[in-house]
């Protein structure tokens, strides 16, 4: 059997079953359509007008964040005598920098050979060794000093003003965990 018989046959075939398939009586479908097509047709609501959107610059990112505790207010002569005080641009980062003050947890101390480090755990679980003179925290935090219990750390941040700059103090404390 060659391609044009078989191609034929099933066109046949198919013509068959077609034929087979429409002999049935459809009164009640064509009826059921005569009646949606009697209703009256819907009025479709036109779309919502499109907003355009609107780019947001965001200008305040060199001032304190809003969810962080307030600078304390100084005297005026204190500000003037602390006026040299900027963060060090020219410094490379180290890595415990990119985290907040407030996600590094203290979590021990190490002494070897007359050095001491304090423990201090990221918030991805990593821990890491500091020492006096490390740098931490997003706001070119220091660390001033160490006991067993606790890191100090001293912060330069933004006094609010364009070019100010202020020391705040902070702590790490050692948690029992």
Known sequence: MNCLSRTLLLLCLAAVFLA????????????????????PAGVIAPLPALKVYEAFAYS??????????????????????????????GRSKEFLEQFTLDSLLMVGTLARNK?????????????????????????????????????????????????GWVERPRTIKLVGK
């Open 20 to 39: 087979a398939c429409s002999a049935g009586d459809v009164s009640d479908l064509d009826r059921f359509m005569q009646e949606k097509r009697s209703r």
């Open 115 to 163: 050095n001491n480090w304090s423990l201090i755990k990221d918030p991805d679980g990593g821990v890491h060794r500091v020492q006096a003179g490390n740098y931490l925290g997003r706001h070119h935090g220091k660390v001033v000093g160490m006991t067993e219990t606790s890191v100090a750390v001293v912060e330069i941040v933004s006094d609010g003003t364009s070019e």
């Open 60 to 89: 305040a990112t060199n001032l304190r964040s809003p969810f962080e505790r307030p600078i304390e207010v100084r005297k005026t002569t204190e500000l003037q005598a602390i006026a040299a005080i900027k963060p060090d641009d």
